[in-house]
C-alpha cells in the first residue's frame, strides 16, 4: 500500500484548525466577547487538507503502479474513520439516555443512522427547517455533518478522477483551477439562495477541497508558484487563518467570498512553506504537532461532550467549561490510543473481518434507532408527570381543513365565520402556544375566532423583516403575509384582537435578522402607531412579555428530580425551580415601560407576570405547579401554562363582549 511523505507541519495546520472548532463550540469569553467568533471556519481547512492528501495519494499510486486500488483506498478510508466513530457513537447513547428528553432523544437516534451512512449533513439540513427545532449546540452527533461531506468526497472523487485522468493528464492544472471557479460560484448562488442548504451542502464545500487538489497537482507537477517573497506567503496564510477567527461570525454569509481568506491562508501554508522557516518551526512545535495526531478524535469527541452537558437544563459556567476541556482531552487520548491507532495498522488481509464486525455494529446501531422510534424516545426513563409536557406539539395542536394553523402566510385559520365579531389572535410562537386553550373556550360562543400565529412574527404590519446572511426575507413573516393580516382585520371592524410575543427580542438589535421600514420610523414607534390605527375601530388586547427562565425548564426537572423517587409532588413541592423576578424585569423592562406609556379606552392589558410571579414577598417566578410544569422549554409555554394564561385571555374577551356571566 502506498504511503505519503510525512509533513508534519500539516499536523501543525490541523492542530489550529481543531483549536479553533473546539474553542468556537466552547464558547469562551473575555470581557463580552467571543474568543474566536470564526473558530469554525478550521472545518474548511480540514477540507482543504483531505482534499490535498486523497489527491496526492491517488496520483502518486497511478503514477508509481500505473494503476489505482479502488479495495486498498477504500479500506484506509473506512479504517480511519469508522472504527473511533463506531465507539463514541455507541458511548454517547449512555450519556443521551440520562441527559435527552424523549423527543431529544429520538432526533438523536434518528441522527445515529445518518452519521453511520455518512449523510448527516442533509439529515441536520431538514431538521432544521422544522420550528423550533433544538438548539444546534444542543445535538451531539451534530458535527458529523462534515465528516458526511469528506467521505461523500472520498467515495465519489475517485470513480470522477480515475475517469477523467487520462484524457485531461497534461491539463490537470487547468482543469482544476476551473473546476474551482465553476464550484465557487455554484456556492455563492446556492448560499445566497437558502443560507442554510449553502452551509451543509457538499456541492457548496467541494471548491474547498478541491483547493487541495490542486494544491496536490502542484507538487506533483513540481509546478510551484514563484514568489519574490515566498519566505513571507506561509506567515501571510497563517495571519489570515487567525484574522478569520478573530474577525468573522456565525452571523457571516458562510461560505461564501469571504470563505476565500482562510482557505487562501491553507493554500498559502501547504504550498509556500519550507522546512526551518518561521512558520515550519512553529506549526512543528511538540504541541501543535501531537494536537494535530489527536485531532480526529478531539474533533469527534468534544461536541458529545459539550453537547450532553448543555442538555442538562442549565448554563456552562467557566468551570464547568475548563473542567469539560479536560475530559475531551482524557477521552479523545483513550481513543486515539486505543481505537484510532490500533485500527490504522490494520492490514488489508483482515479487511473482511473488519467489515463484518462493522456491519454487526452498524446493524445493531440501527436497530436500537428503530427501537427509539417506536418507544417514542424510550420516554419510560422519565417521570410519568414530565411524559406529557415532552409529548407536546402546542405549534400543531390548531389545524382545520388545510392542516397545520401555524406558520402561514396566507388562508389563515377562520373558525365560526358565520358570526360577525371576531376575535384575532396575531403574535409568534409564544402566543401559538396559547392558541387551542383560547379556542376550546370560545368556540361555543358566537365568535368568530381567527388565528394568525408564525413563528419570530410579531405584529408589525409596516416591516420587512430580512436575514442579515443573505438579505432574503424572513420565510414566515413577509411583507405581504403583514397585508394579508391587516385586510382580514379591515374587513372585520369591531373586533377583539389579541396581540402577543416575544417583544424584547423583536425590539432589539439582532445579529440574525433586521427590520426595513419605509416610513424610516424605528420599530416601537411604528407599533405604537399601526396600534393606534387598529384600536379605532377595534378593541385590543395586549399582552405582556410572558416570564422566561434561564434554562430549560423541563431538562431541569428531568435531571434534578430523582429518578427513583415515586412522590414528585412532593418532592418539586419541597424544592421550587424558581427564577428569579429580577430576571424578569431586567429582561423585559424597556417593553414593559414601553407598553405602560400607551393609553387608548379600547385598550386592555393582560400581565403574565401576575399569574406566573410573587412579585411582592418571594421576588421569584415559578416554573412548575407542584409536577403540573408551566414551560415546555425555557421560555414557550406548557400546555399547563398556556391553560392558566388563556383563562385570563378569555376572562377578559368575555368582559369586553359582555358575555360574562353574573
Not at 419570530?456 to 403583514?482: A, M, Q, V
Not at 382580514?488 to 432589539?508: C, E, N, T, V, Y
Amino acid at each position: 500500500m502506498l504511503k505519503l511523505n510525512y509533513r508534519k507541519e500539516l499536523d501543525g495546520l490541523r492542530a489550529i484548525a481543531i483549536i479553533g472548532v473546539i474553542i468556537y463550540h466552547i464558547e469562551v469569553f473575555v470581557n463580552g466577547n467571543k474568543v474566536f467568533p470564526g473558530g469554525f471556519l478550521g472545518v474548511d481547512i480540514f477540507f482543504v487538507i483531505s482534499g490535498y492528501l486523497i489527491t496526492l495519494l491517488i496520483i502518486k499510486e497511478i503514477m508509481s503502479t500505473n494503476s489505482f486500488s479502488f479495495k486498498n483506498f477504500y479500506f484506509r478510508r473506512a479504517k480511519r474513520i469508522l472504527p473511533a466513530l463506531i465507539v463514541m457513537i455507541f458511548i454517547s447513547i449512555f450519556f443521551a439516555w440520562i441527559y435527552l428528553t424523549p423527543k431529544n432523544f429520538l432526533q438523536y437516534s434518528n441522527s445515529i443512522t445518518s452519521s453511520l451512512f455518512f449523510y448527516s449533513n442533509y439529515f441536520f439540513y431538514f431538521q432544521d427547517l422544522f420550528y423550533n427545532s433544538e438548539d444546534s449546540l444542543l445535538k451531539p452527533l451534530l458535527h458529523t455533518w462534515s465528516l458526511a461531506v469528506e467521505e461523500q468526497f472520498y467515495i465519489f472523487f475517485p470513480i470522477f478522477f480515475l475517469t477523467i485522468y487520462g484524457i485531461i493528464k497534461k491539463k490537470l492544472i487547468i482543469f482544476f483551477t476551473t473546476l474551482i471557479f465553476v464550484c465557487f460560484v455554484g456556492a455563492i448562488f446556492i448560499t445566497y439562495s437558502n443560507s442554510t442548504l449553502g452551509f451543509y451542502s457538499n456541492f457548496s464545500r467541494l471548491w474547498e477541497v478541491l483547493f487541495g487538489s490542486l494544491l496536490a497537482v502542484l507538487e506533483v507537477k513540481n509546478k510551484k508558484i514563484n514568489f519574490k517573497y515566498d519566505w513571507f506567503l506561509p506567515v501571510l496564510g497563517f495571519l489570515l487563518i487567525i484574522f478569520s477567527y478573530i474577525y468573522f461570525d456565525k452571523y457571516m454569509i458562510h461560505p461564501s467570498h469571504l470563505t476565500l481568506i482562510p482557505i487562501l491562508g491553507t493554500f498559502m501554508i501547504i504550498h509556500f512553506i519550507k522546512v526551518n522557516d518561521l512558520t515550519y518551526n512553529f506549526l512543528t512545535i511538540k504541541f501543535f504537532s501531537k494536537i494535530g495526531l489527536w485531532s480526529y478524535s478531539l474533533y469527534l469527541w468534544h461536541y458529545p461532550i459539550f453537547a450532553f452537558a448543555r442538555n442538562r437544563g442549565k448554563d456552562l459556567s467557566e468551570y464547568d467549561k475548563i473542567e469539560l476541556l479536560g475530559f475531551t482531552f482524557f477521552v479523545s487520548l483513550i481513543s486515539y490510543y486505543l481505537v484510532e491507532k490500533p485500527f490504522r495498522k490494520l492490514s488489508l488481509k483482515k479487511s473482511k473481518i473488519f467489515y463484518t464486525v462493522v456491519l454487526l455494529l452498524s446493524i445493531l446501531l440501527i436497530s436500537f434507532s428503530y427501537k427509539s422510534k417506536n418507544n417514542n424516545g424510550f420516554e419510560d426513563r422519565i417521570h410519568v408527570f414530565l411524559k406529557n409536557t415532552t409529548r407536546e406539539n402546542l405549534w400543531e395542536k390548531m389545524t382545520d381543513q388545510q392542516g397545520v394553523c401555524f406558520e402561514r402566510n396566507s388562508n389563515f385559520c377562520s373558525f365560526n365565520s358565520i358570526n360577525k365579531r371576531s376575535v384575532f389572535l396575531i403574535g409568534d410562537s409564544h402566543v401559538e402556544v396559547l392558541n387551542h386553550s383560547i379556542y376550546s373556550r370560545i368556540k361555543s360562543y358566537p365568535l368568530n375566532y381567527v388565528s394568525a400565529n408564525r413563528g419570530g412574527c410579531i405584529y408589525l404590519p409596516n416591516f420587512e423583516k430580512r436575514y442579515i446572511k443573505d438579505n432574503n426575507e424572513y420565510h414566515n413573516c413577509t411583507l405581504e403575509s403583514k397585508k394579508n393580516i391587516d385586510r382580514l382585520i379591515g374587513d372585520k371592524k369591531d373586533s377583539i384582537i389579541i396581540i402577543g410575543g416575544d417583544f424584547q427580542a423583536h425590539f432589539s438589535d439582532t445579529l440574525e435578522w433586521k427590520y426595513i421600514s419605509k416610513n424610516n420610523k424605528n420599530i416601537m414607534d411604528s407599533f405604537k402607531d399601526s396600534l393606534n390605527e387598529i384600536l379605532e375601530n377595534n378593541k385590543v388586547i395586549l399582552v405582556y412579555p410572558i416570564p422566561a427562565a434561564k434554562f430549560d425548564v423541563v431538562k431541569k426537572i428531568m435531571n434534578e428530580v430523582p429518578k427513583n423517587n415515586f412522590k414528585a409532588t412532593e418532592y418539586l413541592n419541597k424544592n421550587k425551580i424558581t427564577t428569579d423576578y429580577s430576571y424578569y424585569l431586567k429582561r423585559n423592562k424597556r417593553v414593559v415601560n414601553f407598553f405602560e406609556n400607551i393609553k387608548h379606552p379600547n385598550l386592555y392589558k393582560i400581565y403574565p407576570d401576575q399569574i406566573f410571579c410573587d412579585k411582592i414577598v418571594q421576588k421569584k417566578c415559578f416554573t412548575h405547579e407542584g409536577k403540573n410544569i408551566f414551560y415546555s422549554d425555557k421560555h414557550h409555554l406548557s400546555f399547563f401554562g398556556a391553560e392558566k394564561l388563556a383563562k385570563k385571555i378569555f376572562n377578559q374577551i368575555l368582559e369586553i363582549n359582555n358575555l360574562a356571566k353574573n
